[in-house]
């Protein structure tokens, strides 16, 4: 007899088990949906936002939030700065991104299966760890760096929030990005990716 087909809310508790089990072996400290990561100047947090927003071909649909905080950096935030770092929320944090940012026209790893009659709850929390522990921390662990968010950030200068502007400073942030210089010819992008703005090639 074929084990019961899980609803969509029973598969992603599973897979939120599964996540966290991932996330911690990488550091991370938390649980449910939210973790996060003190890597001295820099607090990294990860969300897993559920969307609301499902059909048949998607049981589950959500999103991977990713928050950075600067906690030796001041400024007029729009939202309160967390005092610990068990406060901090991945979507009000100095520097957003979502997961997709990274990954280019990988949303399916995240997005469901071929329809709930299909659903296996192993395979995809397979894929999504290996895409978290194997492609997303990398990255997070590459940003710990000011050199390191600054490379990063070259690669999509308009996602540049001021936060970040101030932990890297004028040295090492990408200036800001007006779409106007872009379509007019003054930005340009290395053969690694980064984009360069107007007075920097």
């Known amino acids: 007899m074929n084990p019961p087909i899980p609803t969509p809310d029973e598969a992603f508790k599973s897979l939120m088990l ?6 911690r072996t990488c550091g991370f400290k938390g649980s449910g949906q939210n973790y996060r990561r003190d890597c001295g100047s820099q607090w990294q947090a990860i969300n897993i936002q559920k969307c609301q927003w499902r059909t048949r071909n998607d049981p589950i649909s959500f999103y991977v939030n990713i928050g950075l905080h600067f906690p030796g950096v001041s400024y007029n935030r729009s939202f309160d700065p967390p005092a610990t770092i068990a406060k901090l929320n991945a979507c009000l944090s100095d520097q957003c991104f979502r997961i997709e940012n990274f990954f280019p ?7 469901g299966q071929d329809g709930i ?8 929390s397979s894929r999504f760890e290996t895409l978290l522990t194997t492609r ?5 662990d590459t940003m710990t760096t000011a050199q390191g968010l ?3 950030l070259r690669r ?3 996602m540049t ?15 800001n990005w007006d779409p106007a210089d872009n379509d007019a010819g003054k930005w340009k992008k290395d053969d690694q990716g980064r984009y360069w703005g107007p007075g920097e090639w």
């Open 136 to 140: 997303l921390v990398p990255v997070l």
């Open 156 to 158: 999509m200068p308009w």
């Open 117 to 124: 009659d299909g659903w296996n709850i192993e395979e995809f």
């Open 105 to 111: 026209g990988e949303r399916f790893a995240w997005f």
């Open 18 to 23: 599964q996540t966290g089990k991932a996330l």
């Open 161 to 175: 929030m001021l936060g970040a502007r101030l932990y890297l400073g004028p040295a090492l942030a990408p200036p």
């Open 150 to 152: 600054a490379d990063v």
